[in-house]
């Protein structure tokens, strides 16, 4: 009996290709019906366990963005006053943006879901091409358990339908290499690598990082092919290269309004002036030690049997994986996400570490791999989906509501709001989509400008008495913090008669500036109405 049942494990279905095979498709049968299911599902994980708040750059460099292209109204960081951030992400946004504003249904559910939606539909694209790369690259029974892992990773889950830049750049990858001619598989072809090669160039073009990963793969297949090295790089990876850089200078010089090289600029700030460690300076082994586990969670064992058990020649990824999270050492600011273009692959390898662990091991001990691997991993994902970090995000659907709702809706020039708390805490105007007066604390890097964040931690009474005055000038209709900040300026919110009107949680795990609810404090007319 239970040799039966190891034998239907190892040829087991995903549930995608299983409800593929019941809609009449599969995975490895009808394109439509596997594609539709992923999407189906990408969009019900971006609805509804994505609507946490991650960091800032899902919105500020991307919504925000896309936004004020097309509604002349937005907030753009000083990054886009200095050159350092491409158009081409933003731009996918604001080609939606622009539908819905052409079909007058630029309604607020439709500017806050759609672009989710949109990134999903992308990422449920890359989950079907990653199951043809695990294929090509292993073989079926492994593919379809990698892609059991990737649907199933909670950094999948959380980050790939998100509108982050390193979301779609992680898309981009996953196909380019889904086409890549690997040398066992097939001989190799000028006209095979066209593809690969754009879709490459593209993700290089959402983050110039994304050429960590391409230039060793370039390079090892240049130097696998050496007697035609010369022909692929003149004829096939110049020439694209070449067009992609003009086609990125011309699209942000456009853009911006001013000549302008993004990737120059990105390599001087992140790498050279290593600005970036601003916003967090972490140690040399940060990625190695902290970083790869938030990514992996419990797919680093079935990770690390699939590596050991592979062909030396299918270890390739690994090691330029490694050489990716080595290069991203280097740089002083890290965070996992900075990662995520290696999810795929680690998931790839996953899968083929299950089906080794079923061909090779005893029954409870390759089911207990599964179990151990899977049901963290989506328990983490709804927890950090659709419960951590939520105030941030549910305050901007209250705020909205309240500019809709009398006083303000007859007066709206009077709704006004200050976020009082560590900058790009919230969303901003792609959520609220009303051209209403919203401020928060700035934090440009000190060689740019002071921000404002730290004048105003440093002694938050007298920051906001001289913001405003004694005579409360221009005090806004409402003003947001975290409750940690709440007993620093409740005098002055006395003073300013000012009065609490709601609360939302936001974390379990309350940190620094950060608290576990987010306030709103409001003037008296709201308070009462």
């Known amino acids: 009996m239970f040799s039966s049942l190891k034998k239907s494990l190892i040829r087991a279905c995903s549930p995608i290709d299983c409800l ?34 991650f960091v800032p750059d899902e919105y500020w460099q991307s919504l ?41 249904l630029d309604y607020p559910w439709f500017i806050i879901v759609g672009p989710r939606v949109l990134q999903a539909c992308i990422t449920a694209w890359s989950d079907y091409r990653l199951y043809w790369l695990a294929t090509g690259y292993f073989s079926p029974d492994s593919a379809i358990w990698a ?69 060793p793969l370039v390079l090892h297949l240049l130097i696998s092919n050496f007697r035609q090295a010369l022909r692929i790089l ?77 062909r030396s020649e299918q270890k390739l990824l690994a090691v330029i994986g490694l050489l990716v999270v080595l290069a991203n050492s280097l740089v002083t600011h890290k965070e996992f996400r900075f ?34 691997t899977v049901v963290p991993q989506v328990i983490a994902a709804f927890y950090f989906g659709a419960v951590h970090q939520s105030g941030t995000v549910s305050v901007m659907h209250y705020l909205r509501t309240a500019a809709s709702t009398p006083p303000y809706s007859s007066q709206p020039s009077k709704f006004s709001v200050f976020f009082l708390m560590p900058c790009h805490s919230t969303p901003f105007y792609s959520h609220l989509h009303r051209n209403s007066t919203l401020n928060f604390l700035t934090c440009p890097p000190s060689n740019v400008d002071l921000g404002e964040d730290r004048l ?41 008669k000012f009065r609490s009107c709601a609360e939302h949680f936001h974390s379990h795990f309350p940190e620094g500036r950060v608290g576990s609810k987010v306030l709103v404090y409001c003037q008296p007319d709201m308070a009462n109405g």
């Open 20 to 53: 593929a095979q019941m809609t009449g498709g599969s995975i490895s049968g009808k394109f439509p019906s596997a594609l539709f299911l992923l999407v189906f599902y990408r969009v019900l994980t971006a609805v509804f366990l994505s609507g946490t708040y």
């Open 147 to 215: 892609l059991v892992c990737q649907l199933c990773s909670w950094t999948s889950i959380y980050c790939l339908s998100r509108t982050l830049s390193n979301s779609l750049e992680t898309a981009l990858c996953t196909i380019a290499l889904s086409y890549w001619p690997w040398p066992w598989l097939k001989r190799l072809d000028h006209g095979t690598l066209y593809r690969p090669l754009v879709f490459a160039a593209l993700s290089c073009l959402t983050r110039p990082t994304a050429a960590l990963l391409w230039t």
């Open 339 to 372: 990662l995520l273009p290696l999810l795929p692959l680690a998931s790839m390898y996953a899968g083929h570490g299950v089906r080794y662990a079923l061909r090779r091991w005893q029954l409870p001990v390759a089911v207990s791999i599964v179990v151990a």
């Open 456 to 496: 105003f931690y440093r002694n938050p009474m007298a920051w906001l008495t001289q913001r405003f005055g004694d005579d409360l000038k221009d005090v806004p209709s409402h003003i947001v913090l975290f409750d940690v900040l709440e007993g620093d300026i409740r005098k002055w919110l006395q003073w300013a």
């Open 234 to 310: 003149i004829k096939v990876v110049l020439p694209i290269g070449v067009v992609s850089l003009v086609f990125s200078a011309g699209l942000d010089s456009l853009c911006y309004g001013r000549p302008v090289f993004i990737q120059w600029n990105f390599l001087l700030f992140n790498f050279l002036s290593d600005l970036g460690s601003f916003y967090g300076a972490n140690p040399w082994h940060w990625y190695l030690t902290a970083g790869l586990p938030m990514l992996l969670g419990t797919s680093a064992l079935p990770m690390a049997i699939g590596i050991y058990a592979c």
């Open 64 to 104: 925000e963005v896309a936004h004020k292209l097309v509604f002349g109204y937005g907030y753009l960081t000083w990054e886009w006053r200095e050159g350092i951030r491409g158009y081409f992400q933003p731009l996918v946004f604001a080609s939606l943006y622009k539908l819905l504003s052409w079909t007058h």
